[in-house]
């Protein structure tokens, strides 16, 4: 079956970086599309960055440019370089990812999703 596993997530202090890796199987020939959500408590997801099928990388919070990059290292990995964070990134990360190519958040949003990873930023 299709799963997504998520790593990478942990607590760092405020101008520090991680990098989120999700590792997709169960797709016999690898997502189209990929990315990344994340979810604030008691708030729905929301999605922070894309890479379709056609290698277009899109980056919905306008917070996040120029901050958090998005790539795909192969047809199953995928990576979330996220630079100067700040507290308000704090939030649990989710991969997304879909048989069929997207185009929009709300596309990417309605495929397969990992189990979350929490990122933790303090002032």
Do not use: H
Not at 3 to 15: C, D, K, P, R
Not at 38 to 50: C, I
Not at 57 to 72: L, M, Q
Not at 86 to 105: F, I, L, M, Q
Request: include cysteine; aromatic fraction near 12%; hydrophobic fraction near 35%.
């Amino acid at each position: 079956q299709v799963q997504l596993v998520e790593s990478g997530g942990g607590s760092v202090e405020a101008g520090g970086a991680l990098r989120l890796s999700c590792i997709a199987s169960g797709f016999a020939s690898g997502p189209q599309c990929m990315g990344w959500f994340r979810q604030y408590p008691g708030k729905e997801r929301e999605g922070v960055a894309g890479i379709f099928g056609d290698g277009t990388t899109i980056y919905w919070p306008n917070d996040v440019k120029g901050r958090f990059t998005v790539a795909r290292v192969n047809a199953t990995t995928m990576y979330l370089q996220m630079n100067d964070l700040k507290p308000k990134d704090t939030a649990v990360y989710y991969c997304a990812a879909r048989t069929a190519n997207c185009y929009s958040e709300r596309s990417l949003g309605s495929g397969y999703w990992g189990q979350g990873t929490q990122v933790t930023v303090s002032s």
